[in-house]
Nanobody, 116 residues
Framework: QVQLVESGGGLVQPGGSLRLSCAAS????????MGWHRQAPGKQRELVAT???????NYADSVKGRFTISRDSAKKTVYLQMNSLKPEDTAVYYC??????????WGQGTQVTVSS
């Protein structure tokens, strides 16, 4: 089993930046995908960005050019750098892990609020 702990959320003004972190622990496979999803009030959870163990990345159209996902394999941590934040980025952000054995884990979520 894999445990995920997110951090880095908070309140930021429009145009500002935040960096989210997701620290993984437990039985991490050598082949996996980790990513960030978000859920705004009254909306479905949606994919934001993913990164694979082979460094492949994928982004939602709404965040391309503003958000960057990266990982530190030694620290078993995935990051989401969010720049040029907009009010519509306000949501609870969740970290997700899924590996080749179909093991899946979610973090507890971290709130991001973009408001003046």
């Amino acid at each position: 089993q894999v445990q995920l702990v997110e951090s880095g959320g908070g309140l930021v003004q429009p145009g500002g930046s935040l960096r989210l972190s997701c620290a993984a622990s437990g039985s991490i496979s050598s082949i996996y995908v980790m990513g960030w999803h978000r859920q705004a009030p009254g909306k479905q959870r949606e994919l934001v960005a993913t990164i694979s163990s082979s460094e492949g990345t994928n982004y939602a159209d709404s965040v391309k050019g503003r958000f960057t996902i990266s990982r530190d394999s030694a620290k078993k941590t995935v990051y989401l750098q969010m720049n040029s934040l907009k009010p519509e980025d306000t949501a609870v952000y969740y970290c997700r892990y899924r590996d080749i054995y179909a093991t899946e884990s979610w973090g507890q979520g971290t709130q991001v609020t973009v408001s003046s």
